[in-house]
Nanobody, 124 residues
Framework: VQLQAFGGGLVQVGGSLRLSCAGA????????IGWFRQAPGKEREFVAT????????YYADSVKGRFSISKDAAKNAVYLQMNSLKPDDTAVYFC??????????????????WGQGTQVTVSS
């Protein structure tokens, strides 16, 4: 199973985008789905994760209050609503799944089912 991220694009500073993660319904209901991003020359960075069971959410400090992760069980999708975008948010965004505990949500090596990412570019 690969989880495909889409919905990226070019947006001005302060704008919004909503990313979608397709394929979440094909992974076990016991996993959590997370969003990561990777800017050129940088390591993959944790953004947010949501538990498919219960819906608890977790965020990186850099996006708290601006980004919101959610799920739609009927559509088997997970979303990342990004508001008040900044140039530092420019990156390729990926979604992936994890069976790991909460304490490992920040760790990309604990995730699987990576698919192609979607480019988000924030222009100033």
């Amino acid at each position: 199973v690969q989880l495909q991220a889409f919905g990226g694009g070019l947006v001005q500073v302060g704008g919004s985008l909503r990313l979608s993660c397709a394929g979440a319904g094909r992974v076990s209901s016991s996993v959590s789905i997370g969003w990561f991003r990777q800017a050129p020359g940088k390591e993959r960075e944790f953004v947010a994760t949501i538990r498919r069971s219960g819906g608890a959410t977790y965020y990186a400090d850099s996006v708290k209050g601006r980004f919101s992760i959610s799920k739609d069980a009927a559509k088997n999708a997970v979303y990342l609503q990004m508001n008040s975008l900044k140039p530092d948010d420019t990156a390729v965004y990926f979604c992936a799944s994890t069976y790991g505990p909460t304490s490992t949500y920040w760790d990309a090596s604990m995730y699987r089912d990576w698919g192609q990412g979607t480019q988000v570019t924030v222009s100033s």
